[in-house]
């Protein structure tokens, strides 16, 4: 069982917007801005997309955007495109975990 | 441009032990101001942390792995290295060589599937 809670799956349109949450506790994702969000495609490793909650790696695509509020952080994807389809995982410090970064357990992006 | 490529066998017998390594180009493993570690993947499930290694400092095992594994660093090669003792079929995953940058990976190895099986 993951640390993190994210939803199995999600979807949308192409041009639509989608969010994904990630759902911690205050030793995690509400006690810290330390979330970070990955993309995984098939057979590939994971890419980071956020980190610090908001903050995107260069060359990462502005139509992602990440927040927080209380426990949970969110992932959203604007202007969908086929290329998104992928698995995303959040991230989070976690001062209640020996290694000190917990992962959500993946949400699978389906564009219809 | 940091490079993380893993290698080692693609099959391990039961109650074996898996050796993968690790070679890092483009910057120093002990020089830097980073972790270093491994993450695995078992198929069709999430990202599990192994192990943390700061090269001024400690390691940080997985609570439920750390009687089994070992990591060490070739300073002269620029290399990790990890060893899972007495593996089962729970341990058939791709293993990830990672960089952590703060709490966040900000670089990822290929991966390497590694099944056990006899």
């Known amino acids: 069982q993951s640390a993190l809670t994210q939803p199995a799956s999600v979807s949308g349109s192409p041009g639509q917007s989608i969010t994904v949450s990630c759902t911690g506790t205050?030793?995690?994702?509400?006690?810290?801005?330390?979330v970070s969000w990955y993309q995984q495609h098939p057979g590939k490793a994971p890419k980071l997309m956020i980190f610090e909650v908001s903050n995107r790696p260069s060359g990462v695509s502005n139509r992602f955007s990440g927040s927080k509020s209380g426990n949970t952080a969110s992932l959203t994807i604007s202007g969908l495109q086929a290329e998104d389809e992928a698995d995303y995982y959040c991230?989070?410090?976690?001062?209640?975990?020996?290694?000190?970064?917990?992962f959500g357990g993946g949400t699978k992006l389906t564009v219809l | 441009q940091l490079q993380l490529q893993e290698s080692g066998p693609g099959l391990v017998k039961p109650s074996e032990t898996l050796s993968l390594t690790c070679s890092v180009s483009g910057v120093s493993i002990t020089r830097s101001s980073y972790y270093w570690g491994w993450i695995r993947q078992p198929p069709g499930q999430g990202l599990d942390w192994i192990v943390n290694?700061?090269?001024?400092?400690?390691?940080y095992y997985n609570p439920s792995l750390k009687s089994r594994v070992t990591m060490s660093v070739d300073t002269a090669k620029n290399q990790l290295s990890l060893g899972l003792t007495s593996v089962t079929a729970a341990d058939t995953a791709v293993y990830f060589c990672?960089?952590?940058?703060?709490?966040?990976?900000?670089?990822w190895g290929q991966g390497i599937l590694v099944t056990v099986s006899s």
């Open positions: 991230s989070s410090y976690s001062s209640s975990d020996t290694l000190g970064v917990v």
């Open positions: 205050s030793s995690d994702v509400g006690g810290h801005n330390s």
């Open positions: 290694f700061y090269p001024r400092g400690t390691n």
């Open positions: 990672v960089r952590r940058n703060d709490f966040w990976v900000d670089h």
